[in-house]
């Protein structure tokens, strides 16, 4: 079955980075586009980042563009949140999302990141 497992979550202080990692099983992978989200207590779920299969142009969220990095390697069926400058604010769990051809998505558990001094 499909599976998406998050990890490299944690507790960083502002100004710090975190890698996110998002291994991806269950699906081919290479042909799905792949999303990171995330959802700060007592709001709603957001887009971080997206990036398409097949070249993989990048979409982002103007509160993490030019700070943020979102990559995928197929080889690996792993897509990746690179995240720089982290501010207060970037506290969340943050969801990877899997969009597959067929239109069906997938979530996978979530990983905290937490920033703060």
């Known amino acids: 079955q499909v599976q998406l497992v998050e990890s490299g979550g944690g507790l960083v202080q502002p100004g710090g980075s975190l890698r996110l990692s998002c291994a991806a099983s269950?699906?081919?992978?290479?042909?799905?586009?792949m999303s990171w989200y995330r959802q700060a207590p007592g709001k709603q779920r957001e887009l971080v980042a997206h990036?398409?299969?097949?070249?993989?142009?990048?979409n982002y969220a103007d509160s993490v563009k030019g700070r943020f990095i979102i990559s995928r390697d197929d080889a690996k069926n792993t897509v990746y949140l690179r995240m720089n400058s982290l501010k207060p604010e970037d506290t969340a769990v943050y969801y990877c999302?899997?969009?597959?051809?067929?239109?069906?998505?997938?979530w996978g558990q979530g990983t905290q990141v937490t920033v703060s001094s």
């Open positions: 990036i398409f299969s097949a070249g993989g142009s990048t």
């Open positions: 269950g699906f081919t992978f290479s042909s799905a586009a």
């Open positions: 999302r899997a969009l597959r051809r067929s239109g069906s998505w997938y």
